[in-house]
């Protein structure tokens, strides 16, 4: 029998429901000796939470976080809420010796981040932050065949995170729904919202970046707050933003992010390429991955289209027979079974805090660099304590 984990989870808007999900599916597709309990949903208002526990089977309810942190029949505490909420949670939940889950990004930025790595160390409380992206089996298999030497020395990394939800001047911030318009909230823009699922990605496949130098626009200057009809106030965030980078690698790196970009959904690519092959990735065609492999003959050289659904693919073999393809909440359910087996092995599932902390540090930079004009070196990670041990 799986042993129980008993999981609070705070926020129920797009993640609380795709985390809620994950929590209810996982056992069904992944043999696993532990077992997520949806043990109580928490938000401040108790109609809403209250809708939303009935609807996901939520067991129970609270409108206080701290009091769900206090409860003793709460093991893992999952952070679902604006980016400004996260800091504060994580420190108090991992002080009471919670485990703790965090949607990225981290933090507001690294300073913040970088005490929430504190904490959950301190604590020995095991943690990781949402990078869902890269639990697609089609960006799982390009990070394979990086690691199997397929792609080589890398000489250029690029990636285009692009979408249109906000080009209305009518849209206002703030609120339950927009608080990724609001800096309060969210701290930037695109920067922390889309490029950092990008630069997670990135570093994962190519390594650390060293420096980078940015360019960020906001095209609307004002808008009305959602929760205030009437009251205008200035936009802070960035509503686009282009990088360039050096990687640690010697290779270089293009980024570029928008939510103006028409047409565009959920536009999220990358391309590398190397001098044995190159990877190419369009999150609106998920299931595939291109492949260019300089090592066939020449008169067959040519891109492969890389069906990514037999079950020798990354996490496919949990899933349909192939050519049948998964979607978007399948990413969560294989973050958290990942999670889980990492629990029971002792091993620390990536990305962990300190991992998304270094992703923090490349905003940061590209934010800096984006108001002084000059090229920034990326803060490297504090050494690991855990990592120098072994
Ligand atoms: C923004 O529109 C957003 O919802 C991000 O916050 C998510 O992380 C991204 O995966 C989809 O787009």
Redesign the pocket.
Known sequence: MPKPLNIGLIGYG??GRAHSNAYRKVNQFFTLDTRPVLKAACARSEDTIREFADNWGWESIETDWRKLIARDDIDAIDICVPNNLHREIALAAAQAGKIVLC??PLALNAEEGLQMVQAVEAAGAANMVWF??RRIPAISLAKQLVDEGRVGRCFHYRAEYL?D?TISPKLPQGGATLW?LDIDAAGSGVTG??L??SIDTAMWLNGPIASVTAMTETFIKERELQDEPGVVKPVGIDDACAFLVRFANGSMGTFEST?YARGRK?Y?TFEMNGDKGSVCFD?EDAHRLQYFDNGDDDHVHGWRDILVTDSEHPYMDHWWVPGCVIG?EHTFINALADFLKGLETGERTQPDFRCALQTQYVCDAVLQSAKTGQWVEVVSDQPDPLEAQT
């Open positions: 797009f993640m949607e990225k869902n992206y979408q939800w990724r919202d889309l950092a699922h939510r959920n999220n999150l978007y």
